[in-house]
């Protein structure tokens, strides 16, 4: 929302915000399990970290200078009405 771009990479995005912890996880997800758990220390950190990210997003979200919806809306549904037809 700061930029107005979409960057879905979370390794490029951790460059900007450096959370410490991001590196572990995704070394963890790519080398565990589909099921793989975290202990209740890791769970407790986690939660807390997830309310207080959930916060600055909707804190950023009331400073964007973005629009509230997508100018895009009706092209794309127009491409969408094409390519069905196609």
Do not use: C
């Not at 979370?10 to 900007?16: G, I, K, M, P, W």
């Not at 600055?56 to 979200?61: C, D, F, I, K, S």
């Not at 809306?73 to 127009?78: P, Q």
């Amino acid at each position: 929302m700061r930029t107005g771009e979409v960057e879905a990479n979370l390794v490029r995005l951790n460059e900007t915000f450096a959370l410490p912890y991001l590196h572990d996880l995704i070394a963890r997800k790519l080398a565990g399990t589909e099921q793989q758990t975290i202990d209740d220390a890791d769970a407790t950190f986690f939660q807390t970290e997830y309310v207080r990210l959930r916060e600055l997003l909707v804190t950023e979200a009331e400073r964007t200078a973005l629009p509230q919806e997508s100018s895009a809306r009706e092209g794309l549904h127009e491409l969408l009405l094409r390519l069905r037809g196609a």
